[in-house]
C-alpha cells in the first residue's frame, strides 16, 4: 500500500500543479515568476574555469588518493552482500541501477539510510544547482548575446544547454558488475566531503576575490517563502515526466545504460528555469531536493517492505 501511494504521489502532483497553473494562465495571471533584474554574472570566464576544474579535480584526485589508501577489506571478512538482508537489487536486474542503489541494498541499516538521504537529498542537489546554475548557466546566459550572435539575449538558450549538459552528466552505462561495499562507502563518503569543499572555496572566491554580494551569488532567502512553493511547484510540473520516460526506455536501454541522460531533461529545463526567472538557488534547490529525497523514500520503503514480508 505503501509503495502504491509512492507511486502515485507525483502523479497527483502533476495533474494538480498543472490544474493549478492552468487556472492562473486562464485567470491572466502569469506562470512564471517575474523576471529578476539581477542579470549578468560579474564573473569572468577563468574563475568559472577555476571553480570548475576544482569541480572536475578535487573529488578525482580525493576519490584516487582515499581508495588508495584505503585497502578493500580491512577487516579481513567478506563485504558481500548479506544472504540474511533483504536485496533490493536482484541479480537477474539488469545492470544499469544507481551505484546508490547497490550501495543501499548491501547489508541495509538506518545509519546507512541516514547518511544516503542527507547526501542525496541536500548536499548533492545543492551543489549541483551551485555549478551547473549559478556557475555554468550564470555564465553561459551573461554571455548569450556574445555566444548566438544575437542582439539581446533573454536566457532561454543557456537554460536548454545547461539543461542538456546536466542530464548528460548523468550517463551511466550498463555494467556487468558494482565496485563492494566498502569501495562505494568510501566512493560516496570521499564526494560529500568534497563537495562541501569545493562549495566553501567557490564561494570564497565569489565572495573575496570578486567581491560579489550573497544576492549575486544566488543566496538570497528574503523571499524563501516563495521560493519553496515555486521549488514544489517545479517538482509537480516535471517529475511525473521524467518517471515515465525513465519507465518506458528502462527496458530498451537495459543492456546499453541508464535512461536517466534523457529522463533528466525535462526536471533539469525546469530547475533552470526557476534559476533563469529567479537568479535564486532556492527554488531549484528545493525542487531538486524534493526529487532526489522522493527517490530516497521510495527506496526506503521498499527496503521496510522486503524486510517486513522477510520477517513474516
Known amino acids: 500500500m505503501l509503495i502504491r501511494l509512492l507511486?502515485?504521489?507525483?502523479?497527483?502532483?502533476?495533474?494538480?500543479?498543472?490544474?493549478?497553473?492552468?487556472?492562473?494562465?486562464?485567470?491572466?495571471?502569469g506562470i512564471l515568476p517575474k523576471q529578476n533584474p539581477l542579470r549578468?554574472?560579474?564573473?569572468?570566464?577563468?574563475?568559472?574555469?577555476?571553480?570548475?576544474?576544482?569541480?572536475?579535480?578535487?573529488?578525482?584526485?580525493?576519490?584516487?588518493?582515499?581508495?588508495?589508501?584505503?585497502?578493500?577489506?580491512?577487516?579481513?571478512?567478506?563485504?558481500?552482500?548479506?544472504?540474511?538482508?533483504?536485496?533490493?537489487?536482484?541479480?537477474?536486474?539488469?545492470?544499469?541501477?544507481?551505484?546508490a542503489l547497490?550501495?543501499?541494498e548491501k547489508n541495509p541499516s538506518p545509519l546507512k539510510f541516514l547518511f544516503m538521504a542527507s547526501y542525496i537529498a541536500l548536499v548533492a542537489p545543492f551543489f549541483e544547482e551551485f555549478i551547473f546554475r549559478l556557475i555554468i548557466q550564470g555564465w553561459f546566459d551573461a554571455r548569450e548575446r556574445e555566444f548566438f550572435r544575437k542582439r539581446r539575449g533573454n536566457g532561454w538558450r543557456s537554460v536548454i544547454l545547461v539543461a542538456l549538459l546536466f542530464s548528460f552528466m548523468h550517463f551511466r552505462k550498463a555494467t556487468p558488475?558494482?565496485?563492494?561495499?566498502?569501495?562505494?562507502?568510501?566512493?560516496?563518503g570521499t564526494l560529500a566531503v568534497t563537495s562541501i569543499l569545493v562549495l566553501a572555496f567557490s564561494?570564497?572566491?565569489?565572495?573575496?576575490?570578486?567581491?560579489?554580494?550573497?544576492?549575486?551569488?544566488?543566496?538570497?532567502?528574503?523571499?524563501?517563502?516563495?521560493?519553496?512553493?515555486?521549488g514544489a511547484l517545479g517538482f509537480g510540473a516535471a517529475a511525473e515526466l521524467t518517471y515515465l520516460i525513465q519507465g518506458i526506455l528502462a527496458a530498451p536501454l537495459k543492456n546499453y545504460c541508464a535512461p536517466d541522460f534523457i529522463a533528466l531533461i525535462p526536471i533539469a529545463l525546469v530547475f533552470g528555469?526557476?534559476?533563469?526567472?529567479?537568479?535564486?538557488?532556492?527554488?531549484?534547490?528545493?525542487?531538486h531536493a524534493i526529487f532526489n529525497g522522493f527517490s530516497i523514500l521510495q527506496l526506503f520503503a521498499l527496503y521496510l517492505m522486503k524486510s517486513t514480508s522477510l520477517t513474516l
Open 7 to 29: 507511486i502515485l504521489f507525483p502523479a497527483a502532483a502533476f495533474l494538480l500543479t498543472w490544474t493549478f497553473l492552468a487556472i492562473r494562465l486562464a485567470s491572466g495571471k
Open 40 to 99: 549578468r554574472a560579474r564573473w569572468r570566464g577563468d574563475a568559472c574555469f577555476l571553480i570548475l576544474g576544482a569541480f572536475v579535480a578535487i573529488p578525482s584526485f580525493a576519490l584516487a588518493v582515499m581508495m588508495f589508501l584505503s585497502p578493500e577489506n580491512p577487516t579481513g571478512k567478506s563485504t558481500g552482500d548479506s544472504a540474511e538482508k533483504p536485496a533490493l537489487v536482484q541479480e537477474n536486474d539488469s545492470q544499469t541501477e544507481h551505484s
Open 102 to 104: 547497490v550501495f543501499l
Open 177 to 188: 558488475t558494482y565496485p563492494s561495499e566498502h569501495a562505494l562507502g568510501v566512493q560516496f
Open 203 to 230: 564561494i570564497w572566491l565569489l565572495k573575496g576575490p570578486l567581491g560579489l554580494n550573497w544576492r549575486e551569488i544566488g543566496l538570497d532567502f528574503r523571499f524563501w517563502k516563495k521560493d519553496l512553493c515555486l
Open 273 to 287: 528555469i526557476l534559476y533563469w526567472r529567479t537568479r535564486r538557488l532556492l527554488p531549484g534547490f528545493t525542487a
